[in-house]
């Protein structure tokens, strides 16, 4: 094994999801260390976003507001891409913990985790450098998608 690792040949075959050898519970455990991570980053990057905020009133600008929103389109992708990011993580901890014990204490922390999110970058955006509802469509994008699946699912029979 050493040797094909180290030669660089299908090393990342090793790494994938083989059912029968990985056990679900693992893979669970992995998937929810890796959706908290995510969740942790983009949080923070909402909250902080990139180039920090201007402390002064000087020049056209406003205090608290985010730096690199003066430049509105790539500004603009960033915020749609980290709530994508952020939204889809947060639905992967809320999946992968039904049932758990305390799972309605997760739902409540992760909505209010979006809310604190969402307050943040309204606080730091300028009004007129992002339409909002392309940011609201963008976190609520994976919900839609996961119920799509879910009713195309239950309508054609497919477990």
Avoid: C
């Amino acid at each position: 094994m050493v040797s094909r690792l180290s030669t660089g040949k299908s090393w990342y075959k090793h790494f994938q999801y083989e059912e029968g050898r990985d056990q679900p519970s693992d893979v669970r455990n992995v998937m929810l260390v890796v959706a908290t991570l995510i969740a942790a980053v983009t949080f923070q990057a909402g909250v902080n976003p990139p180039g920090g905020v201007w402390q002064d009133n000087d020049n056209g600008h406003v205090a608290g507001r985010a730096i690199y929103a003066s430049q509105s389109q790539a500004y603009y992708v960033f915020l749609i891409a980290n709530t994508l990011a952020l939204s889809a993580s947060i639905l992967v901890i809320i999946s992968l913990t039904y049932r758990f014990p305390f799972h309605f204490e997760i739902v409540v922390a992760s909505i209010s985790m979006i809310v604190t999110y969402g307050s943040a970058i309204f606080a730091v955006t300028p009004n007129e450098s992002v339409r909002f509802r392309y940011v609201i469509a963008a976190a609520s994008v994976p919900f839609i998608l996961r119920a799509l699946i879910q009713l195309f699912n239950n309508v054609f029979g497919k477990e």
